[in-house]
């Protein structure tokens, strides 16, 4: 049988000193029970936005996620010169216009505010997109007269009513690779091509409560008063986290498809800055206080053939610490350890490229040939991977 490459998976191996990088509702540590021991845990959610950033930054290709459309193309408009109440006039009638249902936002005192619709549904869209929005509302400027007061018993109807959802149906790179929902646009749902698992300490957490208490500089100068300005506690965790994410390849190109002379090339820079964006990407809570910027100690990558396959459950039982400390060694030999296992029972012709990049770990024997950095680590993954388009 002719295996084509149809998966990227890639394992990760990240120490994380004391920090709180993905808060819950009361500002607690996220935490999770697996194999009935307490483990620190950061969601995909948390960490899918860290690396949607990175990628951004470093492709240049970026995503607008808002339920304020009306006010940025309301933006663009003043930069071109409008005056500001008819911008703003015009940004109402852009979100009013598409098929998602929308409302005028209230002030503080509860009160409506003029010609500032919010759109009910998060829109996301191309960072471009805004500028056609914008031209649209300036070739249409003439019927723009009606104002979103958000008084009266019937919402006004957008003069641009019918003239904005083939604009939201738009995407880019950032797009087809991490998908969108919009039900209420017709062809607007994208199906993303990369899932993301949440991160979790190989071992068993505890949290830690720091209390903490503020100096007041007038009072520490004078001397005149005892106590501090301000006190408090927050809530860290320290640990050893196992990552894993996976690419679709077959979704991507699928999805770059509108293209097709350039699909290839497309979906090679897409899926490569995609490993790197998750390799050296972090959720920045509370960084000022914490400044948790590590480096992976290991990170693995493995074309598969039919389908992803996470290493979570080399993790189930948790890892115990080092004889002198420590949980990234035993951790890392657990990846391989497991690997040997998951692959000889699915069958190692379904594993068609191994590879890693390591800190250290001279003697990894089942994930593949080692290369000096993450760059090198990538680029050869993904040639193998997309050395032509999977069928």
Same mark, same amino acid.
């Given at each position: #049988? ?29 935490? #999770?029970?697996y194999?009935?021991?307490?483990r620190?845990? @950061?969601? %995909? ?8 950033e990175h990628f951004?930054?470093?492709l ?9 459309i ?25 979100? =009013?216009?598409s ?8 002030? +503080?005192?509860?009160?409506? @505010? ?14 471009s ?6 031209d @649209?509302?300036?070739?249409? +400027? ?12 019937? +919402? ?27 039900a209420e646009?017709? !062809?607007?749902?994208?199906?993303? *091509? ?12 505890e ?23 301000? #006190?408090?506690?927050a ?23 509108d293209?097709?002379?350039?699909v290839?090339?497309? *979906? ?8 790197l964006s ?34 979570? =459950? /080399? ?6 610490s ?7 060694g !035993? ?8 690997? +040997? ?15 890693? /990049? ?14 000096? %950095? ?8 993904i ?5 032509? =388009?999977?069928?």
């Amino acid at each position: #049988m002719d295996r084509k490459p149809r998966f990227i998976d890639i394992h990760v191996v990240q120490p994380v000193p004391y920090a709180n990088l993905n808060r819950d509702d009361t500002n607690s540590v996220k935490t #999770m029970l697996y194999g009935d021991a307490l483990r620190t845990r @950061i969601s %995909s959610q948390s960490w899918k936005r860290a690396i949607r950033e990175h990628f951004q930054d470093t492709l240049g290709d970026n995503a607008l996620r808002t339920r304020r459309i009306g006010e940025r193309v309301a933006e663009v408009l003043c930069s071109r010169g409008w005056e500001k109440a008819l911008a703003e006039r015009a940004g109402a009638h852009v979100a =009013a216009g598409s098929s998602i249902k929308w409302e005028v936002a209230k002030g +503080k005192d509860k009160q409506p @505010i003029t010609n500032k619709v919010l759109t009910n549904a998060l829109v996301y869209l191309a960072e471009s997109a805004v500028e056609e929005l914008a031209d @649209i509302a300036e070739a249409h +400027k003439d019927t723009l007269t009606t104002d979103f007061t958000g008084r009266g018993k019937t +919402k006004p109807e957008s003069a641009l009513k019918g003239k904005i959802d083939k604009v939201l149906t738009n995407r880019n790179g950032v797009i087809n690779l991490f998908g969108r929902m919009l039900a209420e646009v017709d !062809r607007a749902d994208v199906d993303g *091509a990369v899932q993301v698992a949440h991160a979790f300490t190989t071992h068993t957490t505890e949290i830690e409560l720091d209390y903490f208490a503020a100096v007041d500089d007038v009072t520490a100068m004078r001397g005149d008063e005892t106590g501090s300005g301000h #006190m408090g506690t927050a809530e860290f965790s320290t640990g050893t986290f196992y990552r894993f994410a996976t690419v679709d390849l077959q979704e991507l190109i699928k999805n770059l498809s509108d293209d097709k002379d350039m699909v290839l090339e497309a *979906a090679r820079e897409l899926a490569g800055q995609f490993l790197l964006s998750f390799i050296e990407s972090l959720p920045q809570a509370k960084k000022n206080s914490t400044a948790p910027h590590t480096l992976p100690h290991l990170v693995h990558v493995a074309v598969r053939s039919d389908r992803p396959l996470s290493f979570a =459950a /080399a993790f189930e039982e948790p890892v115990r610490s080092a004889e002198h400390g420590g949980y990234v060694g !035993r951790s890392v030999q657990s990846v391989d350890a497991y690997s +040997k296992a998951a692959n000889t029972l699915l069958g190692p012709e379904r594993v068609l490229h191994a590879a890693h /990049a390591s800190l250290h770990f001279d003697k990894l024997e089942h994930l593949g040939e080692r290369h000096a %950095s993450f760059e090198a680590l990538v680029t050869t993954s993904i040639g193998i991977a997309l050395a032509e =388009a999977p069928q």
